[in-house]
């Protein structure tokens, strides 16, 4: 069993190993999921407290198939729009890492270039040595959404009159951070 550490310092993400996505619930049937690819996160921990920092390319986003419905959710003024909001972003406002592992960070959440307070709730583990010296961190964090909140507010009725697409996104962010040399 390793000695447990002190966070201290800064810890940058570690692509491989952590996803940030989203869900929706699609035609009250099903959830549609996505991920980001392109993303980065620091946390940092110094005398002042701890802060959370990321950003992720908005064109990185998972959907690839069909090219018209990536075009629309990608590209299309009713979803992201990243031709003018290539990023979405987050900054802390105050990080709780509790000994118990519990982790709630709330900060603003900037889509399409708005930006609302948030509070992703979840677990955090570490700092621990990894096999080849490095020193390492995670956080899992959740928090749902109303879309709405960023003006993504496209809606189509189904002939039952229930929404094509839920209000609601489930927010995940699945993160392993190194600290820095």
């Given amino acids: 069993m390793q000695e447990k550490r002190q966070l201290a310092g800064t810890y940058e993400l570690d692509q491989t190993h952590s996803t940030v996505g989203f869900g929706i619930a699609h035609m009250s049937l099903s959830t549609f999921r ?34 018209e419905f990536r075009e629309h959710i990608v590209h299309g003024r009713d979803f992201l729009s990243a ?4 990023e979405l972003t987050f900054r802390s406002s105050a990080v709780e890492l509790r000994e118990d592992g519990v982790a709630t960070v709330r900060g603003e959440l900037a889509i399409r270039g708005i930006g609302r307070d948030v509070t992703l709730e979840g677990r955090y583990r570490g700092p621990i040595e990894d096999p080849s010296g490095n020193e390492r961190v995670a956080l899992e964090l959740r928090t749902t959404v109303d879309r709405r909140a960023w003006e993504l507010d496209w809606q189509m009725q189904l002939p039952d ?18 600290k820095a040399a």
């Fill in 34 to 67: 996505a991920s980001f690819g392109d993303v980065e996160a620091r946390l940092v921990s110094n005398g002042d407290g701890v802060a959370l920092e990321g950003r992720t390319r908005t064109e990185s986003v998972s959907i690839g198939e069909p090219p």
């Fill in 83 to 86: 031709d003018d909001h290539p």
């Fill in 161 to 178: 009159g229930a929404d094509a697409l839920g209000w609601e996104v489930e927010l995940s962010a699945d993160l392993e951070l190194v």
